[in-house]
């Protein structure tokens, strides 16, 4: 009977001790290959000029996104 109780809170014990759980470091080399597959790349814009009743003006357009990026500015 002694030995069934000391197994039950044995166990019992076990079931409810908390436990550690440890993360995986990650190594410098995972972290290399990922950042060289991502390459940023900013916006490519151009300016264009006109004469406009005698008034020149200028207006920014977006060459990677194909719109206008402003209304016309006296220059």
Request: charged share 20%; with cysteine; proline share 1%.
């Amino acid at each position: 009977m002694k030995k069934g109780i000391i197994i039950f809170s044995v166990m019992c014990m076990c079931m409810y001790s908390p436990v550690t759980v440890f993360a995986e470091s990650i190594s410098s080399e995972v972290i290399t290959q990922e950042t060289a597959q991502i390459s940023l790349r900013a916006e490519q814009v151009k300016w264009y000029y006109r004469n406009h009743d005698g008034v020149k003006q200028k207006r920014l357009w977006s060459v990677t996104y194909g719109y206008w990026k402003t209304k016309w500015i006296n220059c």
